[in-house]
């Protein structure tokens, strides 16, 4: 394989494991539910229903 053939070949990042995720981002420490996105290694809070007033007996 020529140099500029490898030159122009990116390197993957390493993922990082889903625990260091956790422990690492924006919502650490945080409870609730959250979706990991393999795709950018990132979690978002899931989507919590609104609450509607139940009508009392």
């Given amino acids: 394989m ?3 053939a490898t030159e122009q070949r990116a390197e ?3 993922k990082k494991h889903v625990s260091e995720v ?3 981002d924006e919502f650490a420490g945080k409870g609730g539910s959250y979706i990991l996105d393999p795709a950018t290694g990132k ?15």
């Fill in 43 to 57: 979690r978002t809070p899931v989507p919590q229903p609104e609450e509607t007033p139940t009508e009392k007996e």
């Fill in 2 to 4: 020529s140099k500029k």
């Fill in 12 to 14: 993957p990042k390493p």
């Fill in 22 to 24: 956790i422990a690492t």
